[in-house]
């Protein structure tokens, strides 16, 4: 099994990560689609548009990707999926992506628990410290606070 990938966004975005997926994975070239969705489209037109990038993938199962929840890209994507063969995912990252490109193989309820999975835990806070046994030099940020 093999499921296509169509990522939906505001214009480049879509676009923007496939170019990232393909740097890493030049080999799903035909398994991820995109469309750009670009500013004063008509919702008609992107759907016209939509459907044909959705069946150029010519897969069975399609995962649709797109930007956020509630934007013109997410509402267009809803009337294209049917819960069954084709599930959708509002918030695309890049870690998302990669696990979705990861693990396209697997069937389309295993592959979107991974996705959600590798969406938020793509994202953690990241802590600035000094590593172990070094001092902080001068031009960091904290290292007035230390000295006083």
Request: proline share 5%; hydrophobic share 45%.
């Amino acid at each position: 099994m093999n499921n296509g990938i169509f990522i939906m966004a505001h214009a480049p975005l879509a676009s923007a990560l496939r170019q990232c997926v393909l740097h890493v994975f030049p080999e799903v070239c035909n398994t991820v689609a995109v469309l750009d969705v670009q500013p004063n489209t008509s919702t008609d037109e992107t759907l016209a548009m939509a459907k044909i990038v959705m069946a150029s993938l010519k897969t069975e199962h399609t995962l649709v990707l797109t930007d956020m929840f509630g934007a013109t890209p997410c509402n267009v994507a809803l009337k294209l999926i049917d819960g069954a063969r084709t599930r959708m995912v509002a918030g695309v990252n890049l870690p998302m992506l990669m696990r979705a490109v990861t693990y396209r193989h697997e069937p389309l309820d295993a592959l979107m628990a991974r996705v959600l999975a590798g969406g938020s835990q793509g994202i953690m806070q990241v802590a600035v410290t000094a590593p172990q046994n070094q001092l902080r030099k001068a031009n960091d940020q904290n290292y007035h606070d230390h000295q006083q």
